[in-house]
């Protein structure tokens, strides 16, 4: 079960930090990925990190802007987010995957379990 958090309204150039929270004992040993959906847009790839946050995938448009990491002890995911953008707005969603993170971990489908969504809005 994950629990995503840390969204909210903010100007052009803020910034914002995403949480998802994991209960269960496989979230420490699998690859965790943000994924975001803007209003009327596929869902689509963020930012992704391996179990143990040696390995991070970005999506082009926010790399340099956007930095995920995990605490495992906490059995939580951070997306920190910066020089946030009008086009950054979207309900920003955090998943797990059991498999292989090397392996399509861009791809909606190969992630196994899903939070619930928090909203991310930035105003110009």
């Known amino acids: 079960q994950l629990q995503a958090s840390g969204g909210g309204l903010v100007q052009t150039g803020g910034s914002l930090r995403l949480s998802c929270a994991a209960a269960?004992?496989?979230?420490?040993?699998?690859?965790t990925g943000w994924f975001r959906r803007a209003p009327g847009k596929e869902r689509e790839f963020v930012a992704a990190?391996?179990?143990?946050?040696?390995?991070?995938d970005y999506k082009d448009s926010v790399r340099g802007r956007f930095t995920i990491s995990r605490d495992n002890t906490k059995n939580t995911v951070y997306l920190q987010m910066n020089n946030l953008k009008p086009e950054d707005t979207a309900v920003y969603y955090c998943?797990?995957?059991?498999?292989?993170?090397?392996?399509?971990?861009?791809?909606?489908?190969?992630?196994?379990?899903w939070g619930q969504g928090t909203q991310v809005t930035v105003s110009s």
């Open positions: 998943a797990v995957k059991y498999g292989s993170f090397f392996r399509e971990r861009d791809v909606e489908s190969s992630y196994n379990c």
């Open positions: 269960g004992d496989t979230f420490s040993t699998s690859g």
């Open positions: 990190i391996s179990w143990n946050g040696v390995h991070r």
